[in-house]
């Protein structure tokens, strides 16, 4: 969604992205939402496999295999660059909002791309068996157990970086792009201060469902809507958002749902909301920029 | 040096190594002359640059480059693997003579290879400009600039590691491989207890000059004897030395300087003592564990 928005407004964009997934590996610090913003929009990303970089090789991870190190996160070697950079500034003190916007810039971007804060706040989900990390769930359960629960560490003590407040009051209009309302969205409005922040700017809010149909468009979406006692459909998402937002956009297959949507007081607009070529994205962008 | 006694009696064998190099980079924990000893008996050593890797690639080093990240010192992408799976273990709690065993134990090695100590005790030097860090001297300085003064911060508050106290007092011979005596050797001897435990092991006691003529086998010991006041031959070693060896091994080039170093105590031997293949590997142990 970030991309097709960039690819029409690549100066007035300010790009917020959650940073509930990050996490430490072999003394690195990994920011794996951010990488993935940042490699869509640079046009480095893998198309295929849906996260890390085109053409990127595994020298490293399968030398750490032969060491009898973990490797149930694979990191290529181009990757690695990433959080061996990020990892060093931060140890030499730059705040997370910081190296994104350096790392940014060596990309040659245009946006503002911004960590939704500068502090971790991870978030964890409790299973049949306990409380773990995101990536623990994620990655090596390939989030195939039932989530019962969802919680943010530490979010309600964490301010959103500074560059998010500025963004938001000046904004015009604000996307929600299609995301997991748990594990992408509810990171964001945990913040200290951030859900009163939200209702008091005036931009107008669009989202753009996440589901098409039963279906997630990628993820644990439909999984976690179901064990956590929502409709798995857009109008599940539609509840979760219903106080953040003016317009939902929803696939054009799912108009049946529109009604009870408009009952929450949200507007509801159906249109095609796959994307699979830039020309998706841009027609996607244009209609959330417009509506 | 610990190659050839390796390939004589890789059973017997217990390696201890200076970890005064050791240094945090991109938030890893890197330990060049443990990984130079461990890629060396592992036959895994680049033997035209004397560091790093055979075959090693430069994926993420470049990619960093790139990212405007520091890269003044290279890592290649199977170098990386071995610091991933230090920081890594360390971070959960390893000892660093764990780590090290098992990195051994992952490259095939039968040797007991240790660290000198388990915690950090860096050595810094003193240059016309003030104290460095190790790796600040050597690689990002390229060793140029006049050493003044050599420190191993917080080694008189570190003891050995456990297993280096156990090999001293089980040993029959120990060989001092051909060291610069100021940054491999006397780290090793400022750790707490360390002379005490020295003097007290009967072992014989044997050191290979690093110094042919007036020229160092490698690296920058020729310009530290020069400037810490010591005659740049090997007889400058003998006198760093004489308090702790019974022997010591100096090339067949230098015979001129025995006289000399018998003065001091020391019964010196004089036969080749460059060691390109590893027929002068082999050689060279012989004699040294012979003498």
């Known amino acids: 969604m970030s991309h097709g ?12 992205v959650n940073t509930g997934d990050d996490f430490r590996l072999h003394g690195l610090f990994i920011s794996p939402d951010l990488d993935t913003v940042l490699y869509t929009l640079a046009e480095w990303a893998d198309p295929v496999q849906g996260w890390g970089l085109q053409g990127d090789t ?21 990757d690695l660059a990433t959080h061996l950079f990020r990892t060093q500034r931060l140890s030499q003190g730059a705040t997370l909002s910081q190296v994104t916007e350096e790392l940014a810039r060596a990309a040659g971007l245009q946006v503002r791309l911004l960590p939704m804060c500068d502090e971790p706040v991870p978030t964890q989900l409790r299973l049949a068996s306990g409380w773990v990390d995101f990536q623990d769930y994620f990655v090596r359960r390939q989030h195939s157990d039932p989530v019962l629960e969802c919680r943010y560490q530490g979010a309600d003590q964490t301010p959103p970086a500074a560059g998010v407040v500025e963004a938001l009051m000046a904004a015009e209009r604000i996307v929600l792009a299609p995301s997991n309302p748990f594990l992408s969205l509810q990171p964001i409005f945990s913040l200290r201060g951030f859900e009163t922040l939200w209702g008091s700017c005036s931009a107008r809010k669009v989202a753009v469902s996440p589901m098409i149909g039963q279906a997630a468009v990628k993820g644990p ?14 109008l599940g ?6 106080n953040w937002i003016h317009v939902l956009i929803l696939d054009e297959g799912d108009a049946a749902l529109v009604p009870d949507i ?15 070529t830039n020309q998706d994205r841009d027609r996607l962008a244009r209609v959330a920029l417009d509506v």
Chains 1, 2 share one sequence.
């Open 5 to 16: 928005l960039y690819r029409i407004h690549p100066r007035d964009l300010t790009v917020i």
């Open 58 to 78: 595994q020298i490293c991870a399968q030398q750490l295999a032969r060491l009898g190190g973990e490797t149930w996160f694979r990191l290529g070697d181009l």
């Open 221 to 234: 979406l439909a999984s976690l809507l179901a064990s956590l006692g929502q409709p798995v459909n857009s």
């Open 237 to 242: 998402i539609a509840r979760l958002l219903q």
């Open 262 to 276: 408009e009952k929450l007081g949200i507007q509801a607009v159906c249109i095609p909301t796959l994307m699979k």
